[in-house]
């Protein structure tokens, strides 16, 4: 790790700011897997082709036309029926049928096989009936049945994001070609993959670093915030270790190759991150638990019916219609939009709020929450320098000190220099002149501005030259992890500027909500120590865990999960995605890696801390509206499921299909209705 008391500070005259925290948020819509919006397509397809179908199906019905008062039939009209029907089975039903199929073969009956053998009961027994068996076809309830659940899907899956591609994006994060070296010092473009250990490698300025090895020559700043979440650009020289896929600044590097391919640390991240969301359960939502119970209760309440009807005297026909009456009726229309209309508008909501649901079954588990895990650099911090303190000398103001070094400053792209730079222009301080800029390797840069020597360099330096500097006020900045600047006139130290990374004023408000409902906040860092603590101290954070490498992030989840806790990540770099996935629910700030997005089960748009207690507020009164609506979808089926199977047919009384239309319809619209209602 850095010492952020050392040299942080140098040759940054040719700096070009590779600071990954500065991404800006791209549309989202790109990052869709392609067959995701594949499928969004085709069951809106397949809907429109299925619900025309619908139309001359419920005409030529007898059963509707019974229930208006009407009579269109005309001889082989039931074999149009049956042709009609087909279509909308083997069109509309299929992605039902083989989903169905698929969670049978898992082991884990859902909403799928419980479409799929609704479906399949109503088609079956109608085609029996079309072609001589005594009773009523129902291929109104197999259509209506098809449209409403294809709707269902087709509104859900268009309001959730894609499955992620979180591995595709880590991949290119390396870059694809390499400079190798070879025994004549002579460069040859090869493709990474040709690169075997001890091989020498020239990496440019600018340029990532494309494998982990060990420096031969030369000396830079190297950018790993996007890697190991370390805020400051780490100086190297020789010996020292490079990480494949962080940014050189601005040295050229001879790097000799210690580690490719799967042995490499983005491999070893590419494995967690790959493993973590294997085995991350596979958690159902709401409406597929339900649908798993009431197709367990079709199969008992089915076969129930069928036997006892028989064991009455009845006829094999008889107990028969009476079996698939109630199997088709236990599959209620309305659950199929039960829960994509609630999801439909929780989506609009939490856009509207900033918040991009991406996985609905842990979004829906955020109300069981206890812990929030927060990365510091770019979610807690926004990953950019401010300047904190200025230590003026005698004689002279802070004012006087950030004007000469904000002017010095203001031909270098070093993130200190945009810090001290910002904090002038922020405090409307008018900037001098400068027309001589160079940098001191090693100790800082230096410039004449206004015709006056100006230096900005680092403590090393100043220690070598043995300028007297208050010791107590830097040992005291020092120990809270700032990067201290000293700024010197005609070579006579003016004061110090101390900077750190900018902590998010709505990180202090989202802890303290989080205290108040009673979830633990911890801070997880790769940074050092003394920054951690400093931030965590600023924040009232619970607790914090520092210096700690990508997989052992995940491992710190994993450990607090084995307190029997429900653990949220909220991360925003490649080093986060391993956590991120192994977490109850990943959150992503929007202004990380597209890497840290495509991990994560929800974005945070706004990259503001405090959305995360709006997330798990609208999770609750999601979860919430959920119930109601799955209440409201299947409470007729406690009332219908009896009078189908002919509890009261002693009295005369067996509900007839048609009226089971009718309830269906009303309780489609109630549920259509209550999800609406849901709000923020």
Partial sequence: MVDHKGNNHEEHANHHDHHTHQHEHHSHEGHDHHNHGDMVSDFKKRFYVSLLITIPILALSPMIQDFMGVNWRFANDHYILFFLASLVFFYGGWPFITGGFSELKDRNPGMMTLIGLAITIAYVYSALV???????????????LVDIMLLGHWIEMKSVMGASNALEKLVKLMPSQAHKLDSNDEVHEVPISELSSQDRVLVKPG???????????????????????????????????????????????????EKTGEASYLSQVITLVKEAQESK????????????????????????????????????????????????????????????????????????????????ANFENARHLNAVVFDKTGTLTE??????????????????????????EQNSEHPIAAGILKSAIDKGLKLKSITQFNSMTGKGIEGIVEGKKVNAVSPGYIKSQGIEY???????????????????????LIGMIALADIIRESAKEAISELKDNGVHSIMLTGDNKKVADWVAKQLDIDEVYAEVLPDDKANQVKDIQAKGWKVAMTGDGVNDAPA???????IAIGAGTDVAMETADVVLVRSNPKDVVDLMDLSKKTYRKMVQ?????????????????????????????????VLMSLSTIIVAINAKLLKA
């Fill in 207 to 257: 340029e990532k670093i494309p494998v982990d090895g060990t420096i031969l020559d030369g000396k830079s700043t190297v950018d790993e915030s996007m890697l190991t979440g370390e805020s400051v650009p780490v100086e190297k020289e020789q010996q020292d270790e490079v990480i494949g896929g962080s940014v050189n600044n601005e040295g050229s590097l001879i790097i000799q190759v």
């Fill in 130 to 144: 079309v072609f001589g068996w005594d009773g009523q076809n129902l291929f109104w309830e197999l259509a209506t």
């Fill in 470 to 492: 208050n010791q107590q006020m830097f040992n005291r900045m020092s120990e809270e992890g700032k990067t201290v600047i000293f700024v010197l006139l005609d070579d006579d």
């Fill in 580 to 586: 991120l996935a192994t977490a109850d629910l990943g």
């Fill in 281 to 360: 359960s596979k958690t159902q939502d709401l409406t597929n638990r339900a649908a798993k119970w009431l197709f367990y209760l079709a199969l008992t309440a089915g076969f129930a019916t069928l036997f006892i009807w028989l064991a009455l005297g009845h006829s094999f026909d008889v107990a028969l219609e009476r079996m698939v009456t109630v199997m088709v009726i236990t599959c209620p229309h309305a659950l199929g939009l039960a829960a994509p209309l609630v999801v439909a508008v929780s989506t609009a909501l939490s856009a509207h709020k900033g918040l991009l649901i991406r996985n609905r």
């Fill in 629 to 661: 609506n799955l209440w409201w979808a299947t409470g007729y089926n406690i009332f219908a499921i009896p009078l189908a199977a002919g509890v009261l047919a002693p009295f005369g009384i067996v509900l007839s299909p048609a009226v089971g239309a």
């Fill in 383 to 408: 990953g950019k320098f401010g300047v904190t303190n200025i230590v003026p000398s005698e004689g002279f103001s802070e004012d006087e000190v950030l004007i000469w070094g904000a002017s010095l």
